[in-house]
């Protein structure tokens, strides 16, 4: 599917400004895409919505479907009579830039717990038939979300292998007594469920009617500690205790002598393809309710995918499989047509992979921080684009390109100088504008490239634990000249969201 020629800005909603800690769907979200506006973009691009558990990764969520009730605004339930403006007064230290999850979650669940109890007690009619609206629509998923996460916290976020049995194994009897006698704390789950939709519906409605799209994020694998794996344990590899008995990852390359062990169990893919693959075609109709376009993450791992024993401690001793191919995008097509689909197409990409990708017109990926290793025949590089593309200076698993600037030797330097034609004075403008220049139908740029920012406000680095997805940007970094540029690079190289004319 061919996209019009656009252009936008990656900034996952927790990289908002905001009072309370970490970004959400508050007033600054307004404020950002007013500024995507004004900077000429047309594309608002964010990382997966889901829930986070362990190491705070949106790409390890604890649900296929649940949305992140972090995100939501505590302004707005204030407005509504839920929360006090005392209540929502952050502690001191809580609105510094960084999100300190350690300080946030707990800050954010309480009063997350209060405004429930005070819904429970006050909410009126109209806002009760919503909620009762709102689950009805997702009755395919929200219960046993709702039921997981309460047994998660009973169980003080233990994995659920390791549960109590009847529970771990799913006891009919067991369950319905455990919906009796924790139906409290099911209601608090599911308020915060529909608090989260509600808000991002209207934060996406206010965008659309902006012009600008949503890119979404889709990762290939969900947790392991999910509602998921959980409720529907014959999708995924498991053994009879219910753990992974092989888990996901990519094998070493020039940046992991020991590759990347992602932890995600596997799916038994012979059991998806035995209805018709139901459980994804679910799946992604869901992410479409939320996005306008949907960017799959490893992509790759449709193709073939990279079999990892549990038991190892890295990603060295695996086995490449091959994964569903056509077959799941044919299910997929057949339920819900054609779809605006970005591959993530990176890493060890083989014919195979090219070849699914091409077979059902989904557009590829290309990094220009990729680009200048080689010759000029690196695909990266931005003559040798093709209009089916998404171009990147930087993703989130990037350093930031003033980063990646510091990182290169001399020689390297010299290279990307004589390639460009520039001084790279400002490296990052340089690539942001050589990405405006591509071919490509879609440009993306980091917030943190448009900001010029260093290598210390990365998002992740992948394979490390601890310390990332923790990146916020302040208002007070945020110039003029920042939305000027992008405007003038979009009208300049026409990207300004116009249907390619064939």
């Keep these: 599917m061919r996209f019009p020629r656009a252009s936008g800005v990656l900034l996952h909603p927790t990289s908002l400004p905001g009072p309370h800690g970490s970004g959400d769907f508050g007033a600054n979200a307004y404020h950002f895409v007013d500024w995507l506006v004004a900077a000429g973009q047309k594309l608002w691009q964010i990382l997966p919505l889901g829930g986070i558990g362990p190491g705070n990764s949106p790409y390890m969520s604890t649900s296929a479907f649940a949305g992140n009730v972090l995100l939501i605004d505590l302004a707005e339930l204030q407005r509504r009579g ?11 230290g809580l609105a510094e830039q960084r999100l300190n999850f350690a300080s946030v979650v707990p800050f954010r669940m309480d009063r997350l717990a209060r405004a429930a109890q005070r819904f429970a007690a006050q909410a009126s009619a109209e806002e009760r038939a919503d909620l009762q609206a709102f689950c009805e629509r997702h009755a395919d998923w929200l219960p046993e979300h709702v039921l997981f996460m309460t047994l998660a916290e009973q169980h003080n976020w233990r994995d659920w292998s390791s549960w109590d049995a009847p529970l771990a194994a799913r006891n009919p009897v067991a369950l319905a007594a455990a919906r009796q006698i924790h139906a409290e704390r099911i209601a608090f789950w599911t308020f915060c469920q529909w608090c989260f939709f ?21 990762p290939i694998f969900i947790a392991h500690q999910s509602a998921e794996v959980w409720a529907r344990p014959e999708l995924f ?53 939320l996005v306008d376009i949907v960017r799959i993450d490893h992509f ?9 024993p549990a ?67 690196n ?32 020689p ?16 990052h403008w340089d690539l942001i504008r050589a990405a405006c220049a591509s071919v490509a139908d879609t440009v993306v740029h980091p917030m943190q490239d448009v900001l010029g920012l260093g290598g210390e406000h990365r998002m992740n680095l992948p394979g490390r634990g601890e310390g990332y997805w923790e990146w916020r940007f302040a208002w007070s970094q945020v110039r003029p000249e920042h939305a000027q540029r992008l405007a003038h690079l979009a009208q300049l190289y026409r990207r300004d969201g116009t249907p390619i004319q064939s």
């Design 82 to 92: 839920w929360l006090t403006a005392e209540e929502i007064t952050p502690p001191a």
């Design 412 to 427: 390297q330097r010299a290279r990307v100088r004589d390639y460009l034609g520039s001084a790279a004075h400002e490296i």
């Design 379 to 410: 695909a990266y590089l931005p003559h040798n684009h093709e209009p089916d593309t998404v171009v990147y200076t930087g993703t989130h698993d990037n350093d930031t390109t003033p980063g990646w600037w510091h990182s290169l030797d001399e």
């Design 198 to 218: 509600r808000q991002w519906l209207a934060l996406k409605a206010y965008a659309n009617g902006k012009g600008i799209a949503v890119i979404g994020d889709a």
């Design 311 to 377: 038991s190892e401690a890295t990603a060295v001793k695996g086995r490449w499989l091959p994964g569903p191919g056509e077959a799941l995008f044919e299910a997929i097509a057949r339920e819900l047509g054609a779809l605006p689909i970005i591959a993530e197409d990176l890493g060890v990409i083989t014919p195979d992979v090219v070849a699914l990708r091409r077979q059902f017109a989904f557009p590829g990926m290309r990094i220009l921080q990729f680009a200048f290793e080689g010759g000029s025949g």
């Design 237 to 289: 590899q498991l053994d009879a205790r219910g753990r992974p008995s092989v888990v996901a990852g990519v094998p070493p390359d020039v940046f992991s002598e020991t590759g990347q062990r992602w932890g995600n169990p596997l799916y038994r893919w012979e059991a998806h393809a035995r209805d018709g693959y139901a459980w994804w075609v679910q799946r992604i109709r869901r992410i479409f309710e």
């Design 300 to 308: 790759r791992g449709f193709a073939g995918y990279w079999e990892i």
